[in-house]
C-alpha cells in the first residue's frame, strides 16, 4: 500500500496520522509539488493524498482515505469522534488569510521533500502568491503583523485535550498547528505545546520548530 503525498499538506497529514497510530504498513510516497503527472496518472487530478491499494485500486479524499485506515488498522487503536472541532474551526477561520500568509513563503523554505527542485518551489509560489494576492518577499516583509493576529487566535484556543488515545478533533486540528510551527515569533501556550508534543509522538508525525523562519 503507498500513500502518496506532501509533508506540508495538512489534508495529508491527517491521512498519515491516522497510518502511523493505526500501524497500518504502507509506503510514503512525497511527490514533487509540480508533479502533476503522477496525479493524473492515479486518479485522473492534481489531489493528494492519494492511497494507492496493493491490487492497484487507488482512493482520494483525505477524509475517505482517514476513514479507510482506520478500519484496515489496529483495532486496538481507538480513535474517537470528534466533539469541539467546529469550534476550532472557527478560531482558525478567523485568521484564515495571515495563516496563509505566514506559513506559504516560510512552506518552500524548510527543506520538505516536495520542494528538492527549483521548479517545485517556482510552482508551488505561483500558485499561493495568486491565492495571497502578494509576492513571498512581501508576505515576509509584512510578517509581524499577521503574526499579532495568529497569537491571538493561540491565546483563545481552549485548554487541548491529552488523551492516549487520537480523537478525529486531533486528525484536524493538529496538521493546522504543526504549520503554524514553521513561523518563529508565534506564542504558543505551554498547555498548546503539550498537546502537540504529544500529538506528534503518538502518531509519529513532525513539528517544524527547529526549522521555522
Not at 70 to 87: C, F, M, P, R, Y
Not at 134 to 154: D, K, W
Request: with cysteine.
Amino acid at each position: 500500500m503507498k500513500l502518496f503525498q506532501y509533508h506540508h499538506c495538512p489534508y495529508c497529514v491527517r491521512a498519515d496520522m491516522v497510518a502511523n497510530y493505526k500501524n497500518v504498513s504502507h509506503e510514503k510516497v512525497y511527490l514533487l509539488n509540480d508533479d502533476e503527472q503522477s496525479c493524473y496518472d492515479l486518479i485522473d487530478a492534481k489531489v493528494v493524498p492519494i492511497l494507492q491499494f496493493d491490487d492497484g485500486s487507488v482512493m482520494k479524499e483525505s477524509l475517505d482515505i482517514v476513514l479507510k485506515l482506520n478500519e484496515l488498522g489496529d483495532k486496538s487503536k481507538v480513535i474517537t469522534a470528534k466533539n469541539k472541532w467546529h469550534e476550532y474551526e472557527q478560531l482558525f477561520a478567523d485568521v484564515k488569510p495571515s495563516t496563509r500568509i505566514l506559513t506559504y513563503p516560510r512552506t518552500i523554505l524548510i527543506g520538505l521533500p516536495e520542494f528538492a527542485t527549483q521548479s517545485a518551489k517556482d510552482y508551488f509560489q505561483a500558485k499561493k502568491e495568486a491565492m495571497i494576492d502578494m509576492p513571498f518577499e512581501q508576505a515576509i516583509i509584512e510578517s509581524a503583523q499577521h503574526i499579532e493576529l495568529v497569537n491571538g487566535l493561540l491565546a483563545k484556543l481552549p485548554e487541548l485535550a491529552i488523551n492516549e488515545t487520537l480523537a478525529m478533533d486531533d486528525v484536524l486540528l493538529f496538521p493546522m498547528l504543526r504549520n503554524l510551527s514553521m513561523v518563529k515569533g508565534l506564542r504558543f501556550q505551554q498547555q498548546t505545546l503539550l498537546y502537540m508534543q504529544h500529538i506528534a509522538t503518538l502518531t509519529q508525525s513532525e513539528l517544524y520548530f527547529s526549522k521555522a523562519l
